[in-house]
């Protein structure tokens, strides 16, 4: 029989406390697979989140080894090849208890960044035809599979430094807003984005990118923006 996995898992809502767990190996055992363990076999009061298990909700993000990452989609032979893991909430958000932290300021600055569509008044009736190789379509499509899992968030180092940052998840989303041809809030969501707080805050780390589980460049989606913005000021609309 091969060696339990060591599992440190931060507990309580300050961090301060650590639990420990000898956990057995399974075949193509997930990080989550081992969470769920411990909360089953070992410690019911444990708790964190999750729903779907195949990668389309993003609740079960958490830190593992350091890293936000997906822990549905991890797997431990990849995250933890010595055999020990090191569980924490995400980062950059308050905790609820264990590996559960409140979403709540970060979708709020959703909002802040106008990131909600915002149909044109002129549209009229009929359905609105958005060619599939426009520009603007295509620049939407890098950017519009975010599911809105929080990991870029944990992971942006501008975010830990200002907590008013709008950060990567809202940048993005109002990158794709702004290239629908469909929106009519352009200039009010450019006014938010460009905000001391807003895209001109990123200073392109990638950190980003580099951790979004669905491969997409956020950090390129802000790169978009402060390019529209300076245009748009250049222009006199902001």
Same mark, same amino acid.
């Given at each position: 029989?091969?060696?339990?996995?060591?599992?440190?898992?931060?507990?309580?809502?300050?961090?301060?406390?650590?639990?420990?767990?000898?956990?057995?190996?399974?075949?193509?055992?997930?990080?989550?697979?081992?969470?769920?363990?411990?909360?089953?076999?070992?410690?019911?009061?444990?708790?964190?989140?999750?729903?779907?298990?195949?990668?389309?909700?993003?609740?079960?993000?958490?830190?593992?080894?350091?890293?936000?990452?997906?822990?549905?989609?991890?797997?431990?032979?990849?995250?933890?090849?010595?055999?020990?893991?090191?569980?924490?909430?995400?980062?950059?958000?308050?905790?609820?208890?264990?590996?559960?932290?409140?979403?709540?300021?970060?979708?709020?600055?959703?909002?802040?960044?106008?990131?909600?569509?915002?149909?044109?008044?002129?549209?009229?009736?009929?359905?609105?035809?958005?060619?599939?190789?426009?520009?603007?379509?295509?620049?939407?499509?890098?950017?519009?599979?975010?599911? *809105? !899992?929080?990991? #870029?968030? /944990?992971?942006?180092?501008?975010?830990?430094?200002?907590?008013?940052? +709008?950060? $990567?998840? %809202?940048?993005?989303?109002?990158?794709?807003?702004?290239?629908?041809?469909?929106?009519?809030?352009?200039?009010?969501?450019?006014?938010?984005?460009?905000?001391?707080? *807003? !895209?001109?805050? #990123?200073? /392109?780390?990638?950190?980003?990118?580099?951790?979004?589980?669905?491969? +997409?460049? $956020?950090? %390129?989606?802000?790169?978009?923006?402060?390019?529209?913005?300076?245009?748009?000021?250049?222009?006199?609309?902001?």
């Amino acid at each position: 029989m091969s060696d339990p996995l060591l599992v440190a898992v931060q507990r309580g809502t300050d961090g301060r406390r650590v639990d420990r767990f000898e956990v057995p190996r399974q075949p193509a055992q997930t990080v989550l697979d081992v969470v769920t363990w411990i909360q089953r076999e070992a410690d019911p009061s444990l708790a964190y989140r999750f729903a779907c298990r195949v990668g389309m909700c993003g609740s079960c993000a958490m830190t593992v080894n350091g890293k936000p990452r997906w822990t549905c989609r991890t797997r431990v032979e990849k995250a933890a090849p010595d055999g020990r893991l090191v569980l924490e909430p995400l980062r950059n958000m308050p905790v609820v208890k264990d590996l559960v932290v409140d979403m709540a300021p970060f979708f709020a600055k959703w909002t802040a960044a106008r990131g909600v569509f915002a149909p044109r008044d002129d549209l009229g009736e009929d359905f609105a035809v958005v060619p599939p190789a426009s520009p603007g379509r295509r620049a939407a499509d890098a950017a519009i599979e975010c599911i *809105g !899992c929080g990991v #870029c968030y /944990s992971a942006c180092d501008v975010v830990a430094w200002r907590s008013d940052y +709008l950060g $990567p998840a %809202a940048l993005n989303r109002a990158w794709t807003l702004v290239n629908d041809t469909r929106d009519g809030a352009a200039r009010e969501r450019l006014t938010a984005v460009a905000s001391d707080a *807003g !895209c001109h805050a #990123c200073h /392109s780390h990638g950190s980003c990118t580099q951790h979004c589980p669905k491969s +997409l460049s $956020p950090t %390129a989606s802000i790169a978009g923006l402060k390019r529209v913005v300076l245009r748009a000021a250049l222009r006199g609309e902001l």
